[in-house]
């Protein structure tokens, strides 16, 4: 969709031609279009300040396509926060982008940032299974702190999260061909995680194994006898609660 904007440029019986050397912030869009509308004015003897300029532009109205949120429906939900305070019983997402929790209340939606939580717990709207997001702050990858919330999936010895960013996709749109895509494209990006202790290794096939064998020396086997695939988060499920049992 074409914009059409209006633009009121004043013009003075003298200008400084020192200020004007000056504007470098002006783009030189701006300052042909502004001569434009001076040779225009000369032209047809319009006076100063009654200048009116118009122009058409071929930039298209962008939006985002995709939504920002673990899952998308409101749910019913229970918040711990870090001082153990507690929130419950309310409507509550997760805006994975904005790391915020959104709550319904009758006068309004109110907003928690997600380094204030250290727990939320709500029913998921598809499998109508009981989800669960942590601060997983207290955990190391690669020396540093973890900041963010991640799902629990398997709990134990050795932990399994699941963590969702938001990748933001560029349009694609040529103006000179007029092609492509205007808008902004929202995908999200899925990654596992798993610990030894406090420290948290991201679930890579090749580089994760050497890691668990430390835990279960047998677990490549394991993994070949119960047909576990990597990508498969019900596999994943089931390798992590083999590897937490005794």
Request: charged residues 25%; aromatic residues 12%.
């Amino acid at each position: 969709m074409k914009k059409r904007h209006l633009v009121f440029i004043a013009i003075f019986s003298s200008i400084n031609p020192f200020l004007l050397k000056g504007s470098m912030a002006q783009s030189s869009i701006d300052n042909t279009r502004a001569n434009q509308a001076m040779s225009q004015a000369a032209a047809t003897g319009v006076g100063p300040g009654g200048i009116l300029y118009e122009f058409s532009s071929s930039d298209k109205t962008t939006k985002e396509l995709g939504d920002t949120y673990y899952d998308i429906y409101w749910s019913k939900s229970s918040l711990i926060l870090l001082d153990n305070k507690v929130i419950e019983g309310y409507l509550g997402r997760y805006d994975i982008k904005g790391n915020e929790f959104e709550f319904k209340f009758q006068n309004g939606i109110r907003v928690i940032g997600g380094d204030r939580i250290k727990k939320f717990v709500w029913v998921d709207s598809l499998s109508r299974q009981t989800k669960q997001l942590v601060n997983t702050k207290d955990y190391l990858f690669n020396g540093v702190p973890f900041y963010g919330v991640a799902e629990l999936l398997v709990d134990g010895e050795t932990v399994l999260f699941k963590k969702i960013t938001i990748d933001e996709i560029p349009p694609t749109f040529n103006s000179a061909l007029n092609v492509g895509s205007q808008d902004y494209t929202l995908a999200k990006k899925v990654q596992y995680f798993f610990t030894i202790d406090n420290n948290l290794y991201e679930l890579k096939k090749r580089s994760a194994l050497k890691v668990l064998q430390t835990i279960k020396p047998d677990v490549e086997n394991f993994c070949r006898k119960e047909s576990i695939t990597w990508r498969k988060e019900n596999d994943l499920v089931r390798l992590f609660n083999y590897l937490n049992s005794n």
